[in-house]
């Protein structure tokens, strides 16, 4: 990275004459930290100050002139004093590493966050070709998820380094620019040349985060409001939320709970569709999301039949609260084998129903109820082992099912030699 700064300085040998000085000549003096460009102790002084601050600097010979000093003016072994007012610094980011994507901030972010791959953002930007001429704009703000394409390959890698409210400069060579038709904005005009270098004044406005929830993109949930904490329902956790569930266009389908009387379930109980049951899930208390749910974790719930193939619902969601189930290292001998035999047989009916990634989760939970077995009595223990490879066997059987085939051999494993975990 490199940082330009512009500075007004006054110089002097310390206990003597004037130097030069920019105040002077009315024009400030600009240079690239850590370059050379100037001595040591301005690459160092100067890089420890912030916008609009003004400092005296004493730099001894070592880090100025040194022995040999600079005739006629400097004398060996000097020591000299500056007077430095930070003006402005800009940096000079490559993005790319090959110089396709050089990232100039014009205005510094609020936070620290930065968006991810998937999110949603709202930006402002322009963009112009090497001969100036305006090839595509925004003014009220664009909004695309990051990944998605938008305008050309740069747009997504500069905003994922970008901070709220921040400005940004983008220098792009034309591999990183609009290389064919096909990945331009539609409002970009049809007669520029589709290999060109482009100059880019973007704005990140704002953006929200996009969690896939089942990995397929098939569950998306977009964060509205951030909850507390860190801790998110489990399996087996009493929720109270409130949701509205939407068409697609925009015809509310369901209603449930308000902040006065919520609607409460047990997670993974089929209570809800099989998606909003797994983006509740990822959710902290308080939070507010938007989560859209393909066909294809309906599962019979909802109105999953009178949906055409492919189409979503979109749920508008608050996770009011909820207590995670009791934890097995709170059960004793007895309630650990009753649950895990509970939760194998709520296993076996989902997997005969073909919902292998939920059948699996009641696997796991049903092997980790028995996991810790040092308390048990010899007759306990046996029974223990047993149900513990039986899940482990059904669980690898899920796996199979879903493609997870390195999963389905860890499992095997498991079964055939215990003692490797």
Known sequence: MQTTVAVHFNGYIEGGASLESSRDKGVPFKFKLGQGEVIKGWDEGVATMKNGERAIFTVPPNLAYGEAGSPPLIPPNTTLVFDVEMLSWSSIRDLTGDGGILKKIMKEGEGWATP????????????RIETGMLVSKSEEGAKFHIG???LCPALSRAVKTMRKDEKAELAVKLSYGFIEKGNLAPDIESNIPPYSNLTIQLELVSWR????VTGDKKVLKKIVKAGEGFDRPTEGSHVKVTYVGKLEDGT??????????PFEFITLEEQVNEGLDRAIMTMKKGEHATVTVDAKYLHGHDISGMLPANSMLHYEVELLDFIKEKPFWKMDTHEKLEASERKKLDGNVLFKAGKFWRAS?????????IEFDHAFTDEEMCLAKSL?????????????????FLEASRLCTKVYFPQIN
């Not at 991810?116 to 963009?127: M, N, S, T």
């Not at 389908?253 to 009387?261: A, P």
């Not at 513990?388 to 997870?404: M, P």
Request: glycine residues 10%; charged residues 40%.
């Open 252 to 261: 509310v389908f369901d209603r449930k709970g308000t902040n006065g009387e």
């Open 388 to 404: 513990r490879l039986s899940c482990y066997l059904n669980n690898a059987a899920c796996k199979l099912k879903s493609g997870e």
């Open 116 to 127: 991810r791959d998937g999110d949603e953002v709202l930006v402002k930007y322009e963009a």
């Open 148 to 150: 998605d394409g938008y």
């Open 361 to 369: 989760k009641k696997y796991e939970k049903a092997a980790k109820y």
């Open 209 to 212: 985060s996009v969690t896939d």
